[in-house]
């Protein structure tokens, strides 16, 4: 009775959806990692240096974190905690940061386009994987 119960369909799909949306979020936060590259590469060229340095330096923590998050999250180690709430700080950090220096008109609406559509739902992702996996 046990071999039958341990092999059968219905215990499988119960952890298949949980296994499914690690992937998924390991997914996304290893593709906006990797997407901060050319970011910022384009901000080291079109910004003036000391400004170039700050945000550069600011991004590549950023991607740091949500690579490590990331990878981790997809192997199946419990290790990606600390580089998720690490990467939740930093994004929400970046999102103010963005939107409290931006000039008036299309910088302003730019900043707060990044903000919304990536920054913060990056950071609420992260913050929620990072609480998730400590219950």
């Known amino acids: 009775m046990a071999l039958i119960a341990l092999s059968s369909p219905c215990t499988a799909r119960r952890f298949a959806p949980a296994a499914s949306r690690r992937t998924w979020a390991g997914r996304i936060l290893t593709g906006a990692g990797l997407a901060l590259l050319p970011w910022m590469g384009y901000l080291a060229g079109t910004l003036p240096p000391a400004q170039a340095a700050a945000w550069v330096a600011l991004d590549a923590v950023e991607a740091a974190c949500l690579l490590a998050a990331?990878?981790?999250?997809?192997?199946?180690?419990?290790?990606?905690?600390?580089?998720?709430?690490?990467?939740?700080?930093?994004?929400l950090a970046d999102a103010c940061a963005d939107v409290a220096t931006a000039g008036p008109?299309?910088?302003?609406?730019?900043?707060?386009?990044?903000?919304?559509?990536?920054?913060?739902?990056?950071?609420?992702?992260?913050?929620?994987?990072?609480?998730?996996?400590?219950?």
Request: hydrophobic share 60%; charged share 15%; glycine share 16%.
């Open 105 to 135: 008109g299309g910088e302003l609406a730019g900043a707060l386009a990044m903000a919304v559509g990536a920054e913060l739902p990056l950071a609420v992702l992260c913050a929620a994987l990072a609480a998730r996996a400590g219950r």
């Open 70 to 91: 990331g990878t981790r999250l997809m192997s199946g180690h419990r290790g990606h905690r600390a580089a998720a709430t690490a990467a939740a700080v930093l994004l």
